[in-house]
């Protein structure tokens, strides 16, 4: 059973950064594609950016260009989420999600690519 915890969340003010992680239990963290979502109330699922299984394939919702980075690091079955400047309507509850992928290039960017999910972490982002 795959197990994704993701920490890092908070009150923020805008402009500041947060760093959201992801740890990814099991041995195989390599074969996942990894992704970032979020959910602001009243909201449907949006995804925010996407990873391959090796991070050649790198994707992000146009709303985040230039503001935040995905990453991840194979060796700690970790992925992460940088998030600078950070603003109001970034507040949402913030989660990672994980599928299994035999292309190394494939990276998911709806929710029902995806078949594992992590609880999720609030990030909110006062004015």
């Known amino acids: 059973q795959v197990q994704l915890v993701e920490s890092g969340g908070g009150l923020v003010q805008a402009g500041d950064s947060l760093r959201l992680s992801c740890v990814v239990s099991?041995?195989?963290?390599?074969?996942?594609?990894m992704g970032w979502f979020r959910q602001a109330p009243g909201k449907e699922r949006e995804f925010v950016a996407g990873t391959s299984r090796s991070g050649s394939s790198i994707y992000y919702v146009d709303s985040v260009k230039g503001r935040f980075t995905i990453s991840r690091d194979n060796a700690k079955n970790t992925v992460f989420l940088q998030m600078n400047s950070l603003k109001p309507e970034d507040t949402a509850v913030y989660y990672c999600?994980?599928?299994?992928?035999?292309?190394?290039?494939?990276?998911?960017?709806?929710?029902?690519?995806?078949?594992?999910w992590g609880q999720g972490t609030q990030v909110t982002v006062s004015s």
């Open positions: 099991g041995r195989t963290f390599s074969s996942y594609a």
């Open positions: 999600a994980a599928v299994k992928s035999d292309d190394y290039y494939y990276t998911g960017r709806r929710p029902d690519e995806y078949n594992y």
